[in-house]
């Protein structure tokens, strides 16, 4: 692959990556990071290569690449620093078979460094068969990171069916036996707040209330009592060292206070993505009387009854024109529109503002006369709607909208999608032969041309979506023309809903009143942004 290369560089400057996630752990000795680093040191010291350093993962997947030690080779490569990766082998540098191509086969040559997975003799220097075997071995790599993902998540699930914590943070009340990390014992600073909770609640003190008197005595929450030192103003809406109704709700609605285990309410999407869904209840995993209760099941069933019920909202006595489409822009928070008051006039509250007691000063009230701020918005859309059968301003407009940057990630995409069906069919021409040479048993083949299969079929899906909205974006006029249809019955009578619901996207109000509009079709945004101008 790199043969050109031989006349052009003199000096490698070496980066030695080193990768070793929790579950390599259970692969011995030899996958440590010390024995990496001893071989791969003493490698560049014999061939008399510059190592300019060592990038270390530990405790990171390779499912993905999203580890700090690579991301900071990635920057020192395209700095100029370093022209040479060497790891142990190819599963050191991802066990993604697809992302491991992409570096491999393009980000690497297109950033001129050579590559070396030293015990898989895989070196893009040189022209030998081990690199034309590296797809296959990372396919094969792929396979051990899910194989290995299915037998964890058996064993936690044999673990939470025995009874045992197999959670990571224990919840507040409860700390990790010492003794026996899967076994919860009480914490005695913990467990009577949360027995205070029960007892204040099942008496007949509301959940509000609960929390005024907490705050009002400082009473110790869970980020102070586990040095959590969370953002004061964080996006989740919590403040740090303060109660607020729904930890307190929580509390009240968790079984586990009552000696019982409920475990497996939340799992991870897929052994490669890392998002969090719950599970539906009959999936939850409940072993009775596995440690030692806080609160008696008497209370506790006592309490669910009293609980407030998650009831529907009922629908308002009257749906504003701009409900569910405000939002503050100051806190990032709803803001909500208050129902109409005896006089007729209705206001407007962040709902931050709102939710806690104005002392903490998080946000301002953002409240304005909502008829106003209703009517100032409406003529606000109308300008633009104006603007939309300007053809000069048209023109302007098809010069921003060609230039935008969504149609060169679409069109990025799918040249990457593009570049990775090549790989694949060309990774299964290679195996095909190697089947045909006895190099891999037919079963291999199978399991792995099954694979690839619905993963081609896959990416031709989505590529088949992005050529169909990149012919919208290319076929500008059609567009124009969707728009000038869906605003005609705007221009000579008041929106309805329906129609503010297609074109507005959202519409973030300012403590001082300024509002931005932004609506669902790019080319009503270009106009906004520059109708003033």
């Keep these: 692959m790199y043969n050109t290369l031989r006349n052009i560089v003199k000096e490698f400057f070496v980066a030695i990556y080193i990768r070793l996630s929790k579950e390599d752990d259970n692969l011995g000795e030899s996958e440590s990071i010390q024995n990496q680093k001893i071989l791969l040191t003493k490698y560049v010291k014999e061939q008399g290569y510059i190592l300019v350093d060592i990038y270390i993962d530990d405790g990171y997947t390779g499912t993905n690449f999203n580890r700090p030690s690579f991301q900071r080779m990635l920057r020192d490569i395209e700095s100029g620093k370093v022209n040479m990766v060497i790891t142990k082998d190819l599963s050191r540098l991802s066990r993604d078979y697809i992302g491991t191509g992409e570096y491999v086969e393009k980000w690497f040559p297109a950033h001129n460094v050579r590559y070396v997975a030293l015990t898989d003799n895989i070196d893009t220097f040189l022209d030998n068969s081990n690199n034309d075997i590296a797809p296959f071995k990372a396919i094969l790599n792929d396979m051990y990171a899910k194989d290995l993902s299915k037998k964890i998540r058996t064993a936690l699930h044999t ?81 740090y060292g303060y109660w607020c109704n729904t930890t307190i709700k929580k509390i009240l609605q968790n079984r586990l206070y009552t000696g019982d285990m409920i475990q497996n309410r939340r ?106 701020l209703e009517k100032g918005i409406v003529n606000e859309i109308k300008k633009v709607i104006y603007l939309v059968n300007n053809d000069k301003l048209e023109s302007e407009i098809l010069k921003r909208y060609q230039n935008n940057n969504t149609f060169d990630t679409y069109r990025k995409t799918k040249e990457k999608l593009e570049f990775e069906l090549e790989s694949i069919n060309n990774n299964l021409d290679n195996m095909y032969i190697d089947k045909l040479e006895n190099k891999i048993t037919e079963e291999m083949y199978e399991r792995v041309y099954d694979k690839l299969k619905n993963e081609i079929s896959l990416k031709k899906d989505k590529l088949s979506e992005i050529n169909e909205y990149l012919d919208k974006l290319s076929s500008y006029e059609d567009s124009f023309s969707i728009i000038k249809k869906e605003v005609g019955e705007f221009k000579n009578k008041y929106p309805t809903r329906d129609l503010i619901l297609k074109l507005i996207k959202n519409i973030s109000i300012h403590e001082d009143g300024n509002i931005d509009i932004y609506f669902n079709f790019k080319e009503l945004n270009i106009i906004y942004e520059n109708h003033d101008a």
């Design 267 to 372: 799992s991870r999407l897929s052994y490669k993505y890392r998002k969090i869904i719950c599970n539906p209840k009959e999936s939850w995993i409940v072993v009775e009387n596995t440690h030692e209760a806080i609160v008696d099941k008497d209370t506790f069933n006592k309490v669910q009854k009293l609980l407030p019920k998650q009831h529907q909202r009922n629908d308002k006595k009257e749906l504003f024109l701009l409900d569910g489409l405000l939002t503050c822009a100051d806190c990032g928070h709803n803001i909500g529109i208050r129902a109409r008051r005896a006089n007729g006039k209705s206001t407007t509250v962040c709902n931050y503002y709102r939710k806690y007691n104005k002392d903490f000063r998080l946000c301002t009230s953002h409240g304005f006369d909502y008829d106003k």
């Design 159 to 239: 673990m939470q069916s025995e009874g045992k914590w197999v959670g990571g943070c224990p919840p507040f009340g409860y700390k990790a036996d010492p003794n026996d990390k899967n076994h919860l014992v009480i914490d005695e600073i913990e467990a009577p707040i949360v027995r205070r909770i029960f007892d204040m609640f099942a008496s007949g003190v509301r959940i509000n209330k609960i929390r005024d008197i907490f705050n009002n005595e400082n009473v110790p929450t869970f980020s102070t009592t586990r040095n959590r030192n969370f953002v004061r103003n964080g996006s989740n809406g919590n403040i």
